[in-house]
């Protein structure tokens, strides 16, 4: 049981619940500021009091005025109206990041929420209700409104749900999970429930959890591509690391010195050659850099996943409402546009070293295209290009988003983030690195077999094992997506980053 406070929620902990299912409850204390925020927006109403979202139109429609009476058909028309998303659902892990990060931002009690109405979304969770959430419409400002309108919508019966792997409309899932609908939304609730960031900081969760784990099996890669190409370990040296100082770089290299330690194919400079070309002898310069970048993005996130998104906040101690902009995904925009780049990075680099294993002028010594008789076998020549095209795919993608902006809302709403387009973009970059940097290993893996495979590291030779299980050393040509398909489930897994394996990585959550 996961219990949501509004104070320690962690990537690793939305992962839990979002990806793993793991049920989530309310704190008592939490509960208690629900209530007295509350009960101020009621006092406010009462008073006829005039404050944005509660008695006003929004947006552009801010002056104008709503009576009393007309506050609660208010909110539920704003999430009608604002349920406007485009294209594909989002997959089912990514709604549930979003509905878990939503209610541990509305716990904290500076959003007037009803305890009934987030306790309806703690039950949507504990008994696998997601909403249908379509992936387009968000300008990453006003919060993710229109996506978060679709989540809201099944609370009180409307839209349409996944549950048990069926979609469906809302009140059919609601009848087979024996939920009873909100009869309604009070005045605040609307506006509390969509004008919040927990689309793109869900979803960049989700993404920077993963690419964490890319990184991790890069690391992987670049160990066996190093022994299967006799690469220095000398460019790997603690002193060359500290002098620089970064500490993504010296982590990076620690731990291939780590994986490589008990290696007895890779050498010393000057045996074979005096250096490495540098997508070897950078590699720690590269993947420490992208390292500190994760922990970077990390921050960023974990801020925002306990952070007051709302629009606008109640200070119910001071008996305050204050409007203003922390639903605004800046920050979250530059750090995911900073991840996508990071990310087609270490596709980049994984490419680079995939190739010096296929290309005879650079693998030394090693077969042309890793076929025993090349000729009438191409071997891996086509792999390179697959990730080739993979690598070319994600330049594209890896343009930012958030140097966008387009006005809304009649110019009202005249700068806005994109932080929603840089999420799934980032998203897409990361599955892309995932599938080169499986063929860098499915490469080092047919590479090594010319080589001899009781000199491996101890954990490169548990690794190679694991991955022989299931896909066999290739003697001639044989169709090979499916093993291509095949190593890109084994990394997707992390099978390869358990201690069974051999060994726990240095920086696993």
């Not at 509305?106 to 249908?132: A, D, F, Q, W």
């Not at 995911?336 to 980049?348: H, R, S, W």
């Not at 499986?438 to 491996?456: G, I, N, S, W």
Request: proline fraction near 3%; charge should be neutral.
């Amino acid at each position: 049981m996961i219990i949501l406070n509004g104070q320690k929620l962690t990537i690793e902990t939305l992962v839990q619940v979002s990806r793993f299912q793991a049920k989530v409850s309310i704190s008592k204390k939490a509960k208690d500021e629900i209530l007295k925020a509350q009960a101020f927006v009621e006092e406010i109403v009462d008073s006829g009091r005039v404050v944005y979202g509660i008695n006003t139109g929004f947006g552009k429609l801010s002056d104008q005025s709503i009576p009393k009476a007309e506050t609660n058909q208010l909110q539920l028309n704003l999430i009608r109206s604002h349920a406007t998303a485009m294209g594909s659902p989002l997959p089912e892990e990514v709604v549930r990041a979003m509905m878990t990060s939503r209610i541990n931002a509305l716990v904290k009690g500076y959003s007037g929420i009803r305890l009934e109405t987030l306790e309806k979304m703690v039950e949507l969770l504990n008994k696998h209700v997601t909403p249908v959430v379509f992936e387009q419409g968000s300008l990453g400002a006003s919060g993710d409104l229109a996506l978060l309108s679709h989540m809201a919508l099944p609370l009180v019966g409307e839209g349409e749900v996944f549950y048990k792997g069926k979609r469906m409309a809302t009140s059919l899932a609601f009848e087979k999970a024996k939920i009873v609908a909100l009869s309604s939304l009070k005045a605040k609730e609307g506006l509390s429930l969509i004008n919040g960031t927990q689309a793109m900081s869900g979803l960049g969760a989700l993404c920077l959890y993963d690419a964490f784990q890319v990184l991790n099996h890069a690391q992987l890669a670049l160990a066996m591509t190093t022994e299967a190409l006799h690469g220095i370990i000398d460019a790997f040296d603690d002193r060359i690391h500290q002098v620089r100082g970064h500490k993504g770089q010296i982590h990076a290299a620690r731990l291939i010195r780590s994986i490589l330690s008990d290696s007895r194919l890779i050498t010393k400079q000057g045996e074979l050659r005096v250096q490495d070309a540098y997508s070897i002898r950078c590699a720690p310069q590269v993947h420490g850099a992208i390292l500190d970048t994760l922990w970077f993005v990390k921050h960023v996130i974990e801020t925002e996943l306990n952070a007051v998104t709302d629009n606008p906040i109640l200070f119910v101690e001071d008996q305050d409402v204050i409007s203003a902009g922390n639903f605004h995904g800046e920050p979250l925009a530059f750090a995911l546009d900073y991840l996508g780049i990071v990310m087609a990075e270490c596709a980049n680099i994984s490419e680079r070293r995939l190739e010096r294993l296929v290309n005879p002028a650079l693998s030394n010594g090693l077969p042309a295209f890793l076929a025993s008789t090349c000729g009438i076998n191409s071997g891996f020549m086509i792999v390179q290009y697959t990730a080739a095209a993979i690598v070319s795919e994600n330049k594209v993608l890896a343009h930012p988003a958030s140097v966008d902006s387009i006005p809304s809302s009649a110019n009202q709403e005249d700068h806005v983030s994109m932080g929603s387009i840089a999420a799934r973009k980032a998203r897409t970059i990361v599955d892309h690195a995932r599938r080169v940097v499986a063929l860098e290993l499915l490469t080092a893996c047919q590479a090594l077999q010319f080589r001899d495979l009781t000199k491996l590291s101890s954990l490169t030779k548990a690794v190679h094992q694991e991955i022989r299980k299931t896909i066999p050393y290739l003697h001639l040509d044989e169709t090979l997506y499916p093993h291509m398909h095949e190593i890109e489930r084994i990394v997707q897994s992390n099978i390869l980053l358990r201690p069974s394996v051999g060994g726990e990585t240095e920086w696993h959550y």
